[in-house]
């Protein structure tokens, strides 16, 4: 199949989810296009079978804010009518799922066959996507989408809660690469990381406030507090680093906590890793949960939203309630103190994470691109 698929670029969730399935669909013989404003973090190499076309934004003094999904409908418009699309996947629905509406408006029946397929991450339903400024635009377009998916039950659930919307939503979870994300020898990294053996503890993000990345210091505090010597490796970077590291400066284990900014090798980081915490306020499915998970590191989520399908209470590490950062440092040192449950802990993770294997997943999609067009096509004749 020709297909197109439309996502941010940004590290992290939607938009890696987006470009890891292309790849995946590339390698079963797909021919790929992806659409975004830059270049994908993750389509790190050069392949003849992806195309990466860059949503242009002319600028006009007359534009304060640029209208970027007119110029992505534009886009759509064009690869439907050159290069033959026969499935537009969007990812997020805020602007994209609409963009994509206006492009098969545009070209009526010249696009009547390629099924516009919206996929739900998260926050284009749970925050942003719900405020009143935006939900009458992302309720319709979603009920305009030939198909739906929701990377967790629990995100279907809220989308239905939140949206009245009249189409079936598939759940098709997130998926991992367990070659790339698993653990390996990076012994030398670690020594010049920790060289008196200390404990690692891992938080992985883009610091939104969502995040609440202040919780994983005061968690990290309190480990250290509780006895165990331990660094605290902070990936990621966003608009809450400053009050993360002002909780460092108050809790005074600044000396203990380090902030690597955005990584490309987040496996080498895990690798090295005893520990990942994940505190999030809101997460439909947690994907740096689901990767750290794989490289066998037992974590410490929050019970919040569709965390609890990922990471499985007392199996492959702890749940807890939002904020309680008590029971998460209580938990954490229980882990860090008992080399056999870490060790069960860790091999459970693996064993989970197992359960989201990138090509039986991608292989889903595939299948519903199959089911969403035969009925597309059989409606229209
Ligand atoms: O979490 C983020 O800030 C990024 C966001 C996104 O839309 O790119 O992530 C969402 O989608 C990911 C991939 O499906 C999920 O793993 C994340 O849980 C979800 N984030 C939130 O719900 C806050």
């Given at each position: 199949m020709n297909i197109g698929i439309v996502c941010y670029p940004t590290f992290g969730g939607s938009g890696v989810v987006a470009t890891e399935l292309a790849k995946g669909l590339a390698n079963k013989g797909h021919k790929l296009h992806i659409l975004s404003y830059s270049r994908p973090a993750r389509l790190d190499s050069l392949r003849t079978d992806i195309t990466f076309h860059e949503v242009d934004l002319s600028s006009y003094p007359l534009f304060e804010y640029p209208p970027y999904d007119l110029a992505l409908a534009n886009v759509m418009v064009d690869l439907i009518k050159f290069e033959k699309l026969e499935v537009l996947h969007v990812h997020y629905a805020i602007p994209h799922a609409t963009s994509a509406y206006l492009a098969k408006q545009i070209l009526g029946e010249q696009a009547q066959h390629v099924p516009i397929i919206t996929t739900l991450h998260g926050t284009d339903i749970t925050l942003i996507g719900s405020d009143?400024?935006?939900?009458?635009?992302?309720d319709f377009s979603i009920n305009q989408s030939d198909g739906v998916t929701a990377v967790s039950e629990y995100l279907r659930e809220e989308t239905y809660k939140k949206f009245d919307i009249k189409k079936k939503i598939e759940v098709i979870p997130n998926f991992i690469d367990l070659d790339r994300f698993k653990k390996?020898?990076?012994?030398h990294f670690k020594k010049a990381l920790c060289p008196n053996g200390e404990k690692v503890i891992t938080h992985v993000s883009n610091f939104r406030e969502v995040k609440r990345v202040p919780d994983v210091v005061s968690t990290f505090h309190k480990i250290v507090e509780g006895g165990v010597d331990a660094t605290l490796l902070m990936v990621g970077d966003g608009p809450d680093r400053q009050r993360a590291e002002q909780r460092c400066r108050e809790l005074k284990v600044c000396g203990k906590v380090r902030f690597l900014g955005k990584q490309e090798q987040v496996e080498e980081v895990l690798s090295i890793s005893d520990l990942f915490l994940i505190p999030s306020g809101s997460e439909t499915f947690g994907l740096a949960a689901l990767e750290a998970m794989s490289c066998g590191v037992p974590v410490i989520s929050s019970n919040i939203g569709g965390l609890p399908e990922v990471n499985v209470h007392g199996e492959t590490g702890f749940l807890c309630e939002l904020g309680d950062i008590d029971a998460m440092g209580d938990y954490s040192l229980k882990i860090l103190k008992d080399e056999e449950l870490h060790s069960e802990l860790s091999k459970n993770a693996r064993k989970r994470a197992e359960h989201f294997e990138q090509s039986r997943i991608v292989e889903v999609y595939?299948?519903?691109?199959?089911?969403?067009?035969?009925?597309?096509l059989s409606s229209a004749q």
């Open positions: 009143p400024s935006y939900k009458d635009v992302v390996s020898d990076k012994n595939e299948d519903y691109y199959k089911k969403v067009r035969e009925s597309l």
